[in-house]
């Protein structure tokens, strides 16, 4: 059975990413197991909340699919030069640590006292949504993807 996948693309409204948050967990609660429907959840929510909230040029999307054995929640935005370079190094950095769940708790430490958002979205995704996270740079968009290996069964 083909398993759903969407795309949605939007002038930034941090109102729309709780939407789009439901939409796809409800959509995914429907056709997927339980378990993957809270990992597209989180991915959804943290990554969109982040492309809309830096995007420079007034738009935002986000595509969720299931393909080759793997959900894949990709978005994109154009962003500033110094903010799509602590992006890239913030995933760098994070990639390099083996533990997730000792990464994220390390985060939630260095970060309890800032002011201007915690920076916690990528470092949670891959803790508690068991995501891999990437990212690319395609004609001055910044793409970031949160990846999760599918096993058997995905349907409920």
């Known amino acids: 059975m083909h398993q759903p ?89 994070m990639n390099q640590v083996a533990d997730a769940d000792a990464y994220y708790q390390l985060m939630l430490n260095k970060t309890a006292y800032r002011t201007d958002g915690s920076g916690l979205g990528l470092a949670r995704i891959r803790a508690e949504a068991e995501m891999s996270i990437t990212y690319e740079v395609v004609n001055e968009h910044l793409h970031i993807k949160a990846i999760a290996p599918l096993t058997p069964p995905v349907m409920q």
Do not use: C
Not at 59 to 73: F, N, P, Q, S, Y
């Open 5 to 93: 996948s969407f795309q949605v693309s939007f002038r930034p409204n941090t109102k729309l990413v709780s939407t789009v948050r439901r939409f796809t967990e409800e959509l995914y609660d429907l056709t997927m197991h339980h378990d993957i429907s809270g990992k597209v959840a989180i991915a959804t929510h943290e990554l969109l909340e982040n492309a809309v909230t830096y995007a420079s040029d007034g738009l935002a999307g986000v595509r969720i699919e299931v393909t080759d054995g793997k959900l894949v929640v990709r978005t994109w935005n154009r962003t500033s030069p110094s903010h799509l370079a602590a992006v890239m190094a913030k995933i760098d950095e």
